[in-house]
Nanobody, 124 residues
């Protein structure tokens, strides 16, 4: 069974940065499309960013464009989310997700494997 383990969450002041990591236990990481989702209290889970299996094609939700970067390291079986210029609206539990396939997938229902989530809190 594939395992996804997120790390890197925490408390950060507005304007600060965090780097989230998601390590995946698999021998076929280079066949996986990956994504980061987030869910704030009382809100639906939403896509933050996605990357297709080669790491080249990427998607960002409008609210994080030019602030967040998703990076898939096929040599390290890890996907990262670098978050800059954080604001309180970015506060949420962030989840890593994975699935096989060649497309760029942006819906939560399209993903088969999920991590346990890591809390990101942006507050002064």
């Amino acid at each position: 069974q594939m395992r996804l383990v997120e790390s890197g969450g925490g408390l950060v002041q507005p304007g600060g940065s965090l780097l989230l990591s998601c390590a995946v236990s698999t021998h076929t990481f280079d066949t996986l499309g990956m994504a980061w989702f987030r869910q704030a209290p009382g809100k639906e889970r939403e896509i933050v960013a996605a990357v297709e299996r080669t790491g080249i094609g990427r998607y960002y939700v409008e609210s994080v464009k030019d602030r967040f970067t998703i990076y898939k390291d096929n040599a390290m079986n890890t996907v990262y989310l670098l978050m800059n210029s954080l604001n309180p609206e970015d506060t949420a539990v962030y989840y890593c997700a994975a699935r096989g396939g060649v497309e760029l997938y942006v819906l939560a229902s399209e993903y088969d494997y999920w991590g346990q989530g890591t809390q990101v809190t942006v507050s002064s």
